[in-house]
């Protein structure tokens, strides 16, 4: 089926938006967006206002379209949700028999601790770690869960959108360590220590996301 204009609109604005394209605050002007798309302003409003009410726009009455801010407290709501679903997943991932998909995430992940740091390659950038995190999830074979979390992602992206696609050596080495030590858990099906893990894992993650929002770290570009 064809899909229509609004529909055009919406998931043009909402991939960027999610993908950091559109940083957080930047005003969105309905006509320069008509334009671009080749479309009416009637499609553009409404595409506008669906992205309000999934959180990602703010309209001002009278005035202007914005892409929503990303404040501490989005923050730490993502990494909270996060927490309670992902140590969920791996303590019911470690006691599955059929963990040869998690094997393979940590071979990679070994290929990866052994090659040289390279900021500007694919690799050392956030997609490796979300795959990680999502094969966990894959593992479950649970389809619910699964939608659940790829919604979830949509956000956690938009969260690690505000610290860049690169990362320090020092950030680095720590990501590498703290996946091995979570795969490790689970597939040696320690509940306890993959729950355990995880927690560390985001806690860290939390922590230093919320740094780099408040510019106590620098991150080179």
């Given at each position: 089926?064809?899909?229509?204009?609004?529909?055009?609109?919406?998931?043009?604005?909402?991939?960027?938006?999610?993908?950091?394209?559109?940083?957080?605050?930047?005003?969105?002007?309905?006509?320069?967006?008509?334009?671009?798309?080749?479309?009416?302003?009637?499609?553009v409003r409404e595409a506008l206002h669906l992205l309000e009410s999934e959180g990602l726009v703010k309209n001002i009455p009278g005035k202007v379209s914005i892409v929503s801010p990303i404040s501490s407290k989005d923050i730490r709501d993502v990494f909270e949700v996060r927490e309670i679903v992902e140590c969920g997943a791996a303590r019911r991932a470690a006691v599955l028999l059929d963990k040869?998909?998690?094997?393979?995430?940590?071979?990679?992940?070994?290929?990866?601790?052994?090659s040289e740091f390279d900021k500007t390659e694919e690799k050392n950038q956030v997609r490796f770690w979300k795959d990680i995190h999502l094969s966990i999830v894959i593992s479950l074979e649970?389809?619910?869960?699964?939608?659940?979390?790829?919604?979830?992602?949509?956000?956690?992206?938009?969260?690690?959108?505000?610290?860049?696609?690169?990362?320090?050596?020092?950030r680095f080495d720590e990501l590498i360590s703290e996946h091995l030590d979570i795969l490790?858990?689970?597939?040696?099906?320690?509940?306890?220590k993959a729950d355990q893990m995880v927690r560390l894992h985001l806690n860290r993650a939390c922590t230093y996301t919320m740094d780099v929002m408040l510019n106590k770290v620098r991150i080179i570009s």
């Open positions: 089926m064809k899909q229509n204009k609004k529909g055009i609109v919406f998931k043009y604005l909402r991939e960027r938006i999610v993908a950091g394209q559109l940083i957080p605050g930047i005003p969105l002007n309905p006509e320069e967006i008509s334009k671009e798309l080749g479309v009416s302003k009637t499609p040869s998909g998690l094997i393979s995430k940590r071979e990679e992940l070994m290929s990866l601790c052994l649970n389809k619910k869960l699964l939608d659940f979390y790829l919604e979830l992602s949509e956000q956690i992206s938009r969260v690690r959108a505000v610290i860049g696609k690169q990362f320090t050596r020092r490790d858990a689970i597939i040696d099906g320690d509940s306890d």
